[in-house]
């Protein structure tokens, strides 16, 4: 095989209609940095089909949704608190944070 096959995933990232991500978006050090980025390509965008809020906080989603297993947990984290700040920074009410699923149904 010459070139390595991309994943359907990586393809939406880069070329969704929903926002014109800038480069290396999930990568930035800081979840205040992620944030702001997905925000401005949020309110850039002309093709995006619904609110701003709503477009990059689905395309935030959609990428810890694909990453899956292959996320650690401390870049999980960092995306997971990119998304309180999405919602600060758009002026929405905070959404408390779900417990991990092996924590899920223990009594303490």
Same mark, same amino acid.
């Given at each position: 095989? /010459?070139?390595?096959?991309r994943k359907?995933?990586?393809? *939406?990232?880069e070329?969704?209609?929903a926002?014109?991500?800038?480069?290396d *978006?999930?990568?930035?050090?800081?979840a205040?940095?992620?944030a702001e980025s997905?925000?401005?390509? /949020?309110?850039?965008?002309?093709?995006r089909?619904s609110?701003? &809020?709503?477009?990059?906080?689905s395309?935030?989603?959609f990428?810890?949704?694909r990453a %899956?297993r292959?996320l650690?947990e /401390?870049?999980?984290?960092?995306?997971?608190?990119?998304? %309180?700040?999405?919602?600060s920074? &758009?002026g929405?009410?905070?959404?408390?944070?779900?417990k991990p699923a092996?924590?899920?149904?223990r009594?303490?």
């Open positions: 095989m /010459a070139k390595a096959q359907w995933s990586q393809e *939406v990232t070329r969704s209609d926002l014109d991500l800038e480069p *978006v999930f990568t930035q050090s800081s205040e940095d992620i997905l925000k401005r390509s /949020a309110e850039a965008s002309p093709r089909k609110s701003a &809020f709503r477009s990059a906080m395309m935030l989603t990428y810890i949704n %899956g292959n650690p /401390a870049r999980r984290e960092k995306l997971e608190d990119a998304k %309180g700040r999405l919602r920074l &758009f929405r009410s905070a959404k408390p944070r779900a092996g924590d899920r149904g009594k303490s």
